[in-house]
Nanobody, 114 residues
Framework: QVQLVESGGGLVQPGGSLRLSCAAS????????MGWYRQSPGKERELVARIDSGGRTIYADSVKGRFTIFRDNAKNSVYLQMNSLKSEDTAVYYC????????WGQGTQVTVSS
């Protein structure tokens, strides 16, 4: 059974940076397209960044130019570097495959506030 564990969230001021990590156990992620999703209170979960098995990336317009997704297959992990954070980036962030059919992890809370 694959398990996804997200970490790296926290409280950061607007304009700050965070790096999120997603570590997987129980299955190799190397052949999966993977994504970072986020969910804010009262909103649907949305996909903000994706990376395919070959390393190609696609971003939501709301994060383009500020977020970078990358993966380390040797560590069976996926990462999200978030720069120039805005208050509207506040959400719980999750990683999952594309489509999202792996069991969801607990997510990691990102709060952007002064």
């Amino acid at each position: 059974q694959v398990q996804l564990v997200e970490s790296g969230g926290g409280l950061v001021q607007p304009g700050g940076s965070l790096r999120l990590s997603c570590a997987a156990s129980g299955r190799s992620l190397s052949s999966y397209a993977m994504g970072w999703y986020r969910q804010s209170p009262g909103k649907e979960r949305e996909l903000v960044a994706r990376i395919d098995s070959g390393g190609r990336t696609i971003y939501a317009d709301s994060v383009k130019g500020r977020f970078t997704i990358f993966r380390d297959n040797a560590k069976n992990s996926v990462y999200l570097q978030m720069n120039s954070l805005k208050s509207e980036d506040t959400a719980v962030y999750y990683c999952n495959s594309i489509p999202a059919y792996l069991p969801w992890g607990q997510g990691t809370q990102v709060t952007v506030s002064s």
